[in-house]
């Protein structure tokens, strides 16, 4: 942002955060969160046990169940059957993807939220939130003011301020 005299002013995280957080308890349902996370258009948001910031959950911890696990390629049948190892072997691992999924759903977001949270205040520049997000491969910071969550900051929110489109 450029001032009256040509100087350039840094805008603050506080000129771009969202301040109506999208957020969740650690007791959701991981089903839920999913819910949430689609209907606001997110890929993620912070986790509060009360009052507290006590991690972050995304698209990508929850993509991260639905991993089928890997099966050796070793498996030997005797030779009648080894036409049929292949369908064997995929319906073992369809078996365990569905029981897997029918657990999924019903599991608290506590299990699989990313616990290390880094946040940024609301008077930090634009620059270090960029700088953060950068250094640690994040996609959001919350926003932390007086041991409070005030906001979140995405990359989208960082390149907004930087056209100068910062919050109303």
């Given at each position: 942002?450029?001032?009256?005299?040509?100087?350039?002013?840094?805008?603050?995280?506080?000129?771009?955060?969202?301040?109506?957080?999208?957020?969740?308890?650690?007791?959701d349902?991981?089903?839920?969160?999913?819910?949430?996370?689609?209907k606001?258009?997110?890929?993620?948001?912070?986790?509060?046990?009360?009052?507290?910031?006590?991690?972050?959950?995304?698209?990508?911890?929850?993509?991260?169940?639905?991993?089928?696990?890997?099966?050796?390629?070793?498996?030997?049948?005797?030779?009648?059957?080894?036409?049929?190892?292949v369908?064997?072997?995929?319906?073992?691992?369809?078996?365990?993807?569905?029981?897997?999924?029918?657990?999924?759903?019903?599991m608290?977001?506590?299990?699989i939220?990313?616990?290390?949270?880094?946040?940024?205040?609301?008077?930090?520049?634009?620059?270090?939130?960029?700088?953060?997000?950068?250094?640690?491969?994040?996609?959001?910071?919350?926003?932390?003011?007086?041991?409070k969550?005030v906001?979140?900051?995405?990359?989208?929110?960082?390149?907004?301020?930087?056209?100068?489109?910062g919050?109303?």
């Amino acid at each position: 942002m450029v001032t009256g005299d040509g100087a350039m002013k840094s805008q603050q995280v506080k000129d771009i955060m969202e301040r109506k957080v999208v957020a969740c308890i650690v007791t959701d349902s991981v089903s839920l969160v999913a819910k949430k996370l689609r209907k606001s258009g997110i890929s993620g948001m912070p986790v509060m046990d009360g009052d507290k910031l006590v991690g972050i959950i995304t698209e990508s911890d929850i993509l991260r169940l639905l991993r089928n696990p890997e099966y050796s390629r070793k498996l030997w049948l005797p030779s009648p059957l080894e036409l049929i190892e292949v369908p064997i072997r995929e319906l073992v691992g369809w078996v365990e993807m569905k029981k897997a999924l029918e657990n999924i759903g019903n599991m608290p977001v506590r299990d699989i939220m990313t616990k290390q949270v880094y946040t940024i205040s609301p008077s930090d520049s634009l620059e270090r939130a960029a700088e953060m997000m950068t250094k640690h491969d994040i996609n959001r910071l919350p926003v932390i003011e007086g041991g409070k969550l005030v906001g979140i900051v995405t990359r989208g929110d960082i390149i907004a301020g930087l056209g100068g489109e910062g919050k109303k």
